[in-house]
């Protein structure tokens, strides 16, 4: 059972996205200051939702070798009911417009083989989320060589939901944050982090996927952006992400 603050930043995430509710059996990642661990959906969902077929098919329809490899992190997971189902809220978090990249997948010229066919692979997955979701949202550019954050997100979730876990992608904005000022220009507003998403998203994808749901087979998917102040701004000696999630508990 999720307590203290741990368990007001939890309710905080469902209480802001459309169709969730936390339950008493929540689980979520990173399990607060004291362990900041990104999560990552191949153990983080067998511990959700133990038993479920998602989790191997999940990682098979991305990773062609599992061993030295890992699918992408998450900035919190957590469990909750959606419409009535178990289901996933995912978020991704950002604090400064340079966040939100526009580069592609990075393959380091040494890469051994088992690397080539898995970055080929990832690319494989993203393509199967891209011819799928063109039906619903026609032009989407989701690849692993532009705004490759962004499309395995979007990926995900339509994997996640076509596998019977209804999903809810949660782009969160930190609004105020000054403590890494290297980093660049900061969402000073909402209306400026929206802004600022609807422009990136749109290189990708139709804006369309922000009035969701968007079907994928057996479950729905969202796409919600959200934000809130930031309590405390980014230590300099602590990485970004534990820091921006910290400054919510």
Known sequence: MIVGAE??????????????????????LP??????AEARLERFGPQA?????????LTSWWLKHTNGATTP?????????????PGLILVEAKANVSELR??????DREASPNTLENHSHIGDAIDDARVALDKQLHGIQISRDSSYQLSNRIAFAWKLASLGIPTVLVY?????????????????????????FREHLS?????QIL???????????????????VINHSPLAIPRARARIGSTL
Do not use: M
């Open 211 to 229: 009035d969701g749901p968007i079907r994928a087979g057996e479950a729905d998917f969202w796409l919600q952006v959200r934000s809130r102040p």
């Open 7 to 28: 368990a007001i930043c939890c309710t905080e995430i469902a209480q802001v996205c459309l169709q969730c509710a936390r339950t008493a059996e929540a689980l979520w």
């Open 172 to 196: 969160l904005g930190f609004i105020g944050d000054q403590g890494i000022w290297q980093a660049g220009a900061q969402f000073d507003s909402d209306a400026h982090w929206q802004r600022i």
């Open 49 to 57: 939702y133990p038993g479920h077929q998602a989790w191997p098919l």
């Open 73 to 85: 992190n998450w900035d919190i997971a957590l469990s909750c009911e959606i419409q009535g189902r």
């Open 102 to 107: 526009k580069g592609g997948k990075r393959l």
């Open 203 to 207: 290189r990708v994808c139709p804006l």
């Open 31 to 36: 399990a607060g200051s004291n362990n900041g």
